[in-house]
C-alpha cells in the first residue's frame, strides 16, 4: 500500500487511533509538507514527453489512419467499420414539414419536433429527459420503452385537443431516431448495435437492431408516428450543417465521445456493390472513428495512464481512439497522474485523499476551467481541488495542474486534427478547402481546442491546413434527424433506391 497516500489521509494519535486529517488550513499556511516549485516542474518535463505529439508522429498517424478508413469501406467487420448510412447526398434545403426526433446519445434523451421551413430555414420545440444509470445498464428493452414513454408525453404535451398544439390531434409524424452508437446498417430504418460506447451496458442489445427494439416499444403505445430513419449524431450534423453551410464536407462530434462523418463517392464503397446503387451516387458514410487502434494498439501513442483507462473501462481494448480524446476520459486520465504523484508522495502530504481516489471523480470540465482561470493565484482552481476534493494546493502545484490540463487538452485536440486530416486527405479536399461541422460539449465548451485542431492541421498540412476551418455545428441530432427524415420520405416516395 503506498504510505504517502494512505497516510496523507490519517494521522495517529499517542492512543493508537486513527483519525482523518483536519481541513481547516489555508494554502498560506506552511505546515503542510508541500512540493517545491522545482519538484513541479521537473515532474511536469517527464509528463511533457509523454504527452507531446510532434508534427512527424501526427503525419505518421494520419497515414495509418488514412489506410484504415480506406479500408473499412472495401470489407465488412474492420475495426473502423465506415457505416454506410443510406443518406444520399446533400438536402437541398427545400425539404419541408413537421418532424420528430428522438436523441439517445449520453447523458440525456432528447425529444424534438423539427418544422423545416425551406431554404435552410427550421424552427425546434424539445424536452429533455434525464437518463438514470439504472437505465443506461439494465435491460435494453427497458431503455426503449422509456425512449417511447418520453416520446407520448412529448406528443401529449403538444397536441391540445382544440387543435391549437403544435401538433394536430391525428397527425402521423415520421420520426428520426438518433442514436449515437455504432451500428450496422442494412438499410435506413434499420440498425444492429455493434456495441455500446461512452460507458453505457444495457444488457440484451448489442447484436439486436435497434430500430426494430424501439419500433416494439413505440407499438406497445400506439403512437402516431413512423421510424423513418435510424441516424447517428455525425450523419445527422453532417446534414444540418450543409443545409445551413454548404462548404461543409465533414461533421466530427467532440463531446463524451468521438466520431466523424463525410459523405462519399458510391463507386468507393466496395462493401455495397451488391447493392445496385449508382456508382455516380454518393452517400453518407458514419465512420465509428473512435475505434481506430482498438485492441492493436499500433499507431496511437498511449501512455501508462491511457492504459489504465482502457483497463478498468467497462470495454478494455475498445475504443483506442476515443478514450485518448473524449470528454468521458479527459478528467480520468489527468486523475490518474495527480494519484501517481500523491502515491509517490509528491502531492497532498498530510491531506486526507480518498475524494481524488475515486475514479471518475475529476470532471473534464474541471481541465477546461482549470486551463481558463484567469485570475494570477490560480483561484478557480484552488475552488476545484478544495470544494470537490477537500484538497490545499500551492501556487507552484496548481501550475503544474494547469500545465498538465494543457497537455492532455492539446494531445486530444491534435489526434482530432489526425482524423480529420485523414478524410481530407482521402477526399483530396485540401487544395479547395472545405468546412467541418464540429459539434460537442469538448468542442463547444473547452477553450482553445478548436484552435488546437487548426494548429494541428497545419502542423501537419503545412500552410494549406489553413484551408480546413471547423465551424459550431448545427443541431445535428435534432435538425439533422428532421431533415434526414424529410429526405428519406421523399426518396421512398418517388421510389428512389427504396429497398434501403
Ligand atoms: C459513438 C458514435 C458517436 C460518438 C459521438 C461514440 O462513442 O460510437 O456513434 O457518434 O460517440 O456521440
Redesign the pocket.
Known sequence: MPASRRGSGSQNLPTGQTTLAMHTRTQDEEDLPHATKKTMVDHLRKYESAFTLTPQRMRMITEAFKDTLEHGLKEYGQIVPMIPTYVFGWPTGEEKGDFLAVDL??TNLRVCLVTLQGEGKFEITQTKYRLTEEQKHGDGEKLFDFCAECLQTFINTNTPEDGTGLIKPGQELALGFTF???CAQERIDHGQLIRW??GFGAHNTEGRDVAAMFRTSLEKLHLPVKLTALI???TGTLIASHYVNPRTKIAV?F?????AAYMENVSEIGKIDNLGIEKSAQMAI?C?W?AFDSFQHEHLPRTKYDQIVDETSNKPGE?AF?KLI?GRYLGEILRLVICELTDEGVLFLGQNTYKIEKAYSFDTAFLSLMESDPTEELLMIIGIFSHFFALETTLAERQFFRALARLVGRRAARLSACGIAAIVGKMGYLEEGCAVGAD?SLYNKYPKFADRVHEGLQDIFGDKGRNIVTHHAEDGSGVGSAIIAAMTKIRKEKGIYAHV
Open positions: 446519445g449520453g449515437s452508437y455504432p460506447t461512452k447517428n449524431d455525425t462530434i463531446g463524451t465521445g468521438c466520431n458514419n465509428e473512435g475504443q476515443e473524449s460537442g
